[in-house]
C-alpha cells in the first residue's frame, strides 16, 4: 500500500456511516491506501454545531427514511429501519477502542458486525450486552468486552479521539480525511475516488 491512510470517521447509529462503512474499504484499495476506523461521539459535534439527529428533526427525519432505503437499494446491500433509532452507540464506541489498542482489524470486524446487526437486522445495539454478542461471535470473550468498557482509560480515549475528529472539522457521519482533505457524507464517495486518482484540489 502507498499514501497515507484514508481517516474514516463514523457513529455507529448513522445510517450514512453503514452504507459508507460498506464501500470505503474498496474504494481504498483501489488506490493503495489503507483506512483508518475512527468511531467518534457525533452528539459532541452536534454540541459545537448546534444541531440534532437527522432522524429527529421534522421533516428532515421522513425524508431521511426513505433515502436511505434508495440508497441502499441503489447499492444492492440490505437495510432496515431500526425500532430504536438513533441507539445509543457508546458501548460499541468503547469497544472498538479496547479492541483496537490490540488489534485494529479485529476492531474493525467488531464495527461492521454493529453496523449490520444495527442498519442490516435492525436490532437495537445500545446495551453493552448485545454488543458482546456480536464480539462472541468473533471469539472475543464477552465478558472481559463488558468490564472494559467500563474502564475510565477506554471511556477517556473515547472522548479523547471525539475531540480530535472535532478538532480536525468533523462534524457528521460518515466524515472523511484524505491527505488532509475533508470529505463529509456517503454521497462524497466519487469526490474521494477523484481525489485519489488525481489529487486534492
Known amino acids: 500500500m502507498s499514501g497515507q491512510p484514508i481517516d474514516f470517521y463514523f ?4 445510517p450514512y456511516g453503514y452504507l459508507a462503512s460498506l464501500e470505503i474499504e474498496n ?3 483501489k ?3 489503507t483506512v483508518n476506523w475512527r468511531p467518534f461521539m457525533l452528539g459532541a459535534a452536534f454540541k459545537v454545531t448546534n444541531s440534532a439527529p437527522n432522524m429527529t428533526i421534522p421533516m428532515k427525519g421522513d425524508y431521511l427514511a426513505r433515502d436511505i432505503v434508495r440508497c441502499a437499494k ?6 432496515v429501519i431500526p425500532d430504536v433509532s438513533p441507539m445509543n452507540s457508546l458501548a460499541a464506541m468503547r469497544a472498538f477502542y479496547w479492541l483496537n ?9 467488531l464495527a461492521k458486525g454493529v453496523f449490520r446487526a444495527h442498519w442490516a437486522e435492525g436490532r437495537d445495539l445500545s446495551p453493552a450486552e448485545a454488543v458482546a454478542a456480536e464480539a462472541a461471535a468473533l ?3 464477552a465478558n472481559a468486552l463488558i468490564e472494559a ?3 475510565p482509560t477506554i471511556k477517556e480515549l473515547l472522548k479523547q479521539e471525539t475531540q480530535t475528529g472535532i478538532d480536525r472539522g468533523a462534524f457528521g457521519s460518515p466524515f472523511f480525511f484524505v491527505d ?3 470529505y463529509w457524507g456517503h454521497d462524497r464517495m466519487g469526490q474521494i475516488e477523484y481525489h485519489l486518482e488525481h489529487g486534492g484540489i
Open 11 to 14: 457513529e455507529f447509529a448513522s
Open 27 to 29: 474504494v481504498a484499495e
Open 31 to 33: 488506490y493503495g491506501r
Open 74 to 79: 441503489m447499492m444492492n446491500v440490505p437495510i
Open 101 to 109: 489498542e490490540a488489534d485494529p482489524e479485529v476492531a474493525v470486524k
Open 139 to 141: 471469539d472475543i470473550d
Open 149 to 151: 468498557i467500563q474502564d
Open 180 to 182: 488532509g482533505e475533508a
